[in-house]
């Protein structure tokens, strides 16, 4: 994975999520999810009754004989489309992205540093990573700003 160490934990994206891919988490459970969207995310999946097909063996070798039978099972007969989760992958890394921007701060790194160091690691441009600085910043303000409400 690019964007960083660290392994996706895709239930603190959870909200971001199209219904059908959190329907599958229930079933399969949230890594096991991340696992087929990387391999089938923007496809359309048939399930069809017979496990002896090239795509089920596939999917078998991707999340488990055990997840694979159960979403086999559940979604026998029909086209499900598998969602590439574009936003939800986009909101991790950004929060990636400003979680370790923060750290190297703390460690005395100076702001133009710490873009320069993790723009290419994150895969986007300085010009995105300022303005993600911004937006996260006028985020936090405005939560703050409503917390002192009540």
């Given amino acids: 994975m690019q964007n960083g160490e660290q392994k996706m934990d ?3 994206v959870e909200h971001l999520l199209p219904d059908s891919l959190r329907h ?11 696992k087929l969207i990387d391999v089938f995310g923007g496809t359309t999946f048939v399930f069809t009754k017979s496990t002896e097909t090239e795509r089920f063996t596939r999917l078998s070798h991707v999340i488990g004989e ?6 086999q099972t559940h979604f026998c007969g029909s086209d499900i489309y598998i ?16 979680s370790e921007y923060n ?11 710490a ?3 993790l ?9 995105y990573a300022w303005d993600l600085l911004s937006r996260n910043k ?7 700003k409503q917390s002192t409400l009540f």
């Fill in 66 to 71: 055990h997840n694979a039978a159960r979403l």
């Fill in 24 to 34: 599958i988490a229930e079933l399969i459970g949230y890594p096991e999810t991340l």
């Fill in 119 to 127: 723009c290419p690691k994150f895969g986007f441009s300085d010009r």
């Fill in 10 to 12: 895709l239930k603190a």
């Fill in 83 to 98: 969602p590439n989760a574009s936003a939800a992958m986009r909101e991790w890394r950004n929060q990636r992205f400003i």
């Fill in 115 to 117: 873009i320069v160091k």
């Fill in 138 to 144: 006028r985020s936090s303000r405005q939560i703050i």
């Fill in 103 to 113: 750290r190297l701060l703390n460690e005395g790194l100076s702001s133009v540093k």
